[in-house]
């Protein structure tokens, strides 16, 4: 299949590589198909890049790179709607917020993404009651995420 984008020009990806959503992104809800590349440089990020709308490309990170402690609890009918028998059979990622100072970045770790690799499913949550916040300071201690992030390169 090939896709358009703004940002990386027209990229022939596999069918088998879109990855659904079928209740789109919080702001994006018409957004239901999407594929992930990797960022250059071997940082840990990845661009979720929306399949049928050019324009939307969020980057996104595993948050227990930054973040160890960082759990998603979500219900066993949330687990049924990404067709996961266990919780620990999803993957989890946070978007981030790159400005221009990377070392300013930030995570929404109230709104993760989780995914079912298998599936090719994914759905955003919206945790309530909770501790974290959409905007969580990555670079807490200037402490760097693994491959080099955090040292001027933007994502």
């Known amino acids: 299949m090939?896709?358009?984008?703004?940002?990386?020009?027209?990229?022939?990806?596999?069918?088998?590589?879109?990855?659904r959503f079928p209740e789109g992104l919080v702001g994006f809800r018409d957004a239901r198909?999407?594929?992930?590349?990797?960022?250059?440089?071997?940082?840990p990020f990845k661009w979720l890049q929306a399949v049928e709308q050019p324009e939307l490309a969020l980057v996104i990170c595993d948050p227990l790179l930054f973040k160890p402690d960082y759990r998603v609890e979500i219900t066993a009918e949330e687990l049924n709607s990404l067709e996961l028998d266990r919780p620990d059979d999803g993957v989890v990622c946070v978007i981030l917020v790159v400005p221009p100072d990377p070392r300013q970045m930030t995570a929404n770790l109230m709104g993760p993404i989780v995914f079912n690799a298998g599936a090719r499913l994914g759905r955003q949550f919206v945790l309530m009651d909770t501790e974290y916040t959409t905007k969580y300071l990555i670079f807490q201690d200037g402490a760097p995420l693994p491959g080099g992030a955090g040292k001027g390169k933007e994502a």
């Open 2 to 19: 090939l896709i358009h984008t703004t940002r990386f020009g027209e990229v022939q990806v596999p069918d088998s590589a879109v990855i």
């Open 33 to 43: 198909k999407f594929v992930i590349f990797d960022c250059p440089e071997g940082t």
